[in-house]
């Protein structure tokens, strides 16, 4: 069975703040995983996503994630946070030939001014 | 081009009601899926569908639950006798492939909001 943890339902960064969203994952077989964003009142878009090629993996808007398999981790990462980027952020798993998709509870990612 | 829509965007029934939610895939996606989404909570994975057939119906919560689709386009999804328990963010994603494709990214709908009283 895959499950996905992602640590800490709430992040609060200051703007121009170094962004880290964690996420934790467990699966039987390879994994593809994934980070989606959801902005107020829209739906969830995708931000990047892991498939088994490089495990440094850059998304839009400044985002990456690095997948470890050791550490059975893909966390999110952006350098510099920009007020823009308060959303929710979900982590999903979901295994090679598989069609479902398993998401985690959601970070919600708050920047101050 | 068009992304997947859903109607209602908002929905308000009393308890009891039938209510039923649409959702318009990407023209050409082969996959759709329906999660609920509740206040403070992750997607639950409610049904997919690969064309008109679905492999899994696992996460539909209970019998009053059920889904259809159409064309391999349009899907319904359809409560009986909601509860007030039912109210949450209803969701719906396609994909452009099957289980083959590497990485099944989704795309998502608005959501509809449904609200049981």
């Known amino acids: 069975a895959q499950s996905v943890t992602q640590l800490g339902s709430h992040v609060s960064v200051s703007e121009g703040a170094l962004v880290l969203l964690r996420c934790n994952y467990s699966s039987s077989v390879p994994p593809y995983l994934f980070w989606y964003v959801q902005y107020p009142n829209q739906g969830l878009q995708l931000l990047l996503k892991?498939?088994?090629?490089?495990?440094l993996v850059k998304g839009i808007n400044g985002f990456e994630a690095e997948f470890k398999k050791s550490e059975t981790s893909f966390h999110l990462t952006k350098p510099s946070a920009h007020m823009s980027d308060a959303a929710e952020y979900f982590c999903a798993v979901t295994n090679t030939g598989g069609f479902k998709t398993i998401f985690g509870a959601g970070t919600r990612l708050f920047v101050k001014a | 081009g068009a992304g997947v829509s859903q109607s209602p965007s908002n929905k308000v029934t009393e308890k009891g009601k039938d209510v039923e939610l649409r959702c318009d895939p990407i023209?050409?996606?082969?996959?759709l899926y329906w999660y609920r989404q509740s206040l403070g909570q992750g997607l639950e994975f409610l049904i997919y569908f690969q064309g008109n057939s679905a492999p899994d119906k696992s996460g539909l919560p209970s019998d009053r639950f059920s889904a259809e689709r159409t064309g391999g386009s349009v899907s319904t999804l359809t409560i009986q006798r909601t509860q007030q328990e039912d109210s949450a963010v209803y969701l719906c994603?396609?994909?452009?492939?099957?289980?083959?494709?590497?990485?099944?990214?989704?795309?998502f709908g608005p959501g509809t909001r449904l609200t049981v009283l």
């Open positions: 892991y498939t088994s090629a490089a495990t």
């Open positions: 994603a396609s994909s452009p492939r099957t289980s083959t494709y590497k990485g099944n990214e989704q795309f």
């Open positions: 023209s050409g996606h082969t996959a």
